[in-house]
């Protein structure tokens, strides 16, 4: 885009021997705007400067009056290596392509080309900075902000016209500008949290601008994450108490065997500071077992807080986790910021999700695991905070071990006490005991009186495997409780569309064995309820006394 081509080159000239008369040139000036003569070597005369020839013979040859004229050779260049070729620019240059002359281009032509050219570069450079969604600023080497685009206008309040020509130290602190040290340092800036001010969060790219390995500026991204920031402490002071803390393994509603044997192993271990490992897919009740742990034990009394790893960037989980320091080297106070496990001190920190946490982040959490100190990102003192830690996985760590995305070590040091807890698909015995408890939590909070679910609903409601396991069944009680005006029973019409759908779809592929596994859910509930007829009844949807009929129609015992 930006070629010579663009180049303004001056194709009117004609060439003759050194041999020639003067009066010759002075008579193909009169038609060519130039003379390109060959000598020993190459000399161009210009129509505008005929008036050199007026003083002379006309009958002198062009040879003699070069060797008494002050008329410097031109130089000879294709014009793709313009750009590339060191030119005095002295006389105009001769443009040759394949051994044979192309045209000619001066000086002026030249700085034309490159002030277009320039232009043109500036308008696309401004054209991307203001397309881009992140602040955009450029300085030269004195730090004098020369770019700064309509996102930095807005992420940092200050007009193009306050700060373009001024220091980029005149609006914030010496100590807090990253483009400083790039300056003076010349390595560049990758995904780094940073903190500009009080009031603003960012994640930074930048890079000194170098020419001739001199550097003669710098360029900085700043993408705003203050909102992002803002929230995740919001979330972290309204945390959902899920458990009692008085009794807190009491609010783990469960038949089932493996979910009974998960809450005994999380009762034994509740006292001690060993980490704990629990895993299970989304929704399955990880964090309530976490609380129950923590206010089941010794650290009752002290805070529990929670981070989730899918949710934060992967440049600020270090931050968020081991919290940020700047030092100051003038009056001020250092920039603090606690991280989790800081603002955890003698409680509990659950990290959610830590299959998704960044190896680098891994690493540093190993070592604090096992030498109980750390440093914050960007400081130097050693932090040793006493917090113990509960982990939660959605995927196999083991497997991500064995292909090389969690550290391995890691693994070892978290996984000593490992709680699994099974989807509620394999335990749809509890579906019946959470609907209740859920009913009777949102009867409460919304000011309703719908006080149970008619057999068809909760039939239904048992029969659908909920890929989202309790927090999905959760949703969709508080769902049908919000939409059921005027009733005291939560029935079908209120249950959501696609649960129903996808139910009757179910029993279409079934409808050819409809006995056959009619009899077998029978035996099912009766074998996951223990023989307990009002219990299986209930997991089934039906009344007793259907059931009885049933199990008589059926041969059962």
């Known amino acids: 885009m930006f070629t010579d081509s663009q180049m303004k080159v001056e194709t009117s000239f004609t060439i003759l021997s050194d041999d020639e008369k003067i009066s010759t040139l002075i008579e193909l000036l009169a038609d060519y705007s130039y003379a390109i003569i060959e000598s020993e070597q190459l000399f161009t005369i210009g129509k505008a400067e005929q008036y050199l020839l007026a003083a002379v013979r006309n009958s002198q040859t062009i040879k003699d009056w070069l060797q008494v004229s002050n008329i410097l050779p031109s130089e000879v260049i294709t014009v793709q290596d313009i750009k590339k070729g060191n030119l005095s620019w002295l006389r105009p240059v001769i443009i040759k392509k394949q051994n044979e002359f192309q045209g000619i281009v001066t000086a002026a032509a030249r700085i034309q080309a490159l002030q277009k050219e320039n232009k043109y570069i500036a308008t696309y450079f401004e054209t991307l900075a203001e397309t881009m969604n ?32 001024k220091k980029i130290g005149e609006h914030f602190e010496t100590d807090s500008i990253q483009l400083h040290r790039i300056l003076k340092e010349g390595n560049p800036i990758r995904g780094t949290y940073h903190r500009p001010n009080e009031h603003t969060h960012v994640l930074i790219n ?30 972290d002071s309204t945390t959902s108490i899920y458990v009692q803390k008085d009794e807190p393994f009491s609010s783990i509603l469960s038949s089932s065997k493996e979910v009974k044997r998960a809450v005994e192993m999380a009762q034994k271990v509740a006292s001690a500071e060993i980490p704990v490992l629990i895993s299970g897919e989304t929704g399955t009740g990880k964090e309530q077992l976490a609380q129950a742990i923590h206010y089941g034990g010794s650290k009752r009394k002290n805070p529990f807080l929670s981070l989730n790893c899918s949710t934060v960037p992967k440049d600020l989980m270090e931050m968020e986790l081991f919290g940020y320091q700047k030092m100051t080297f003038n009056a001020g106070d250092p920039v603090e ?11 509990t920190l659950f990290i959610e999700e830590v299959d998704k946490m960044p190896l680098t982040v891994q690493e540093k959490l190993l070592h604090y695991m096992t030498e109980r100190s750390f440093t914050r990102v960007g400081g130097e003192q050693q932090k040793k905070p006493a917090t113990r830690l ?41 579906i019946p005991r959470l609907v209740n408890s859920f009913l009777k939590m949102y009867n409460e909070k919304y000011q309703k009186n719908v006080t149970k679910i008619n057999e068809q609903a909760m039939h239904i409601v048992c029969s659908y495997d909920w890929p989202g396991n309790i927090k999905e069944l959760k949703n969709v009680i508080e769902h049908s409780l919000l939409v059921c005006e005027g009733n005291r029973e939560l029935t079908l019409e ?9 139910y009757k779809v179910s029993i279409r592929g079934e409808k050819g064995n409809r006995e056959d596994n009619e009899m077998e859910r029978i035996k099912e509930a009766l074998k996951k309820t223990y023989g307990n007829k009002s219990a299986a009844a209930t997991l089934l949807g039906i009344s007793r006394g259907t059931l009885y009929n049933k199990i008589k129609e059926f041969g059962l015992k």
């Open 134 to 165: 992140d602040a955009v600023t450029a300085v030269d080497s004195h730090g004098t902000v020369f770019y700064w685009n309509s996102v930095a206008e807005d992420t940092y309040q200050i007009t193009k016209e306050a700060i373009i020509g």
């Open 206 to 235: 930048a890079s000194p601008v170098l020419v001739d390995n001199k550097i003669i500026g710098g360029i900085s991204t700043e993408h705003d994450i203050t909102k992002l920031i803002h929230l995740n402490q919001e979330l």
């Open 337 to 347: 910021i606690e991280g989790k496990i800081e603002q955890a001190e003698s409680g």
């Open 390 to 430: 509960i982990l939660s996985s959605t995927q196999p760590l083991g497997e991500l071990v064995r292909k090389g995305e969690f550290n391995e070590r890691l693994y070892y040091q978290i996984s000593v006490i490992h709680i699994e807890i099974p989807p509620l698909r394999k335990r749809k015995e509890d």
């Open 494 to 502: 209120y249950i959501p569309a696609e649960i129903v759908e996808k």
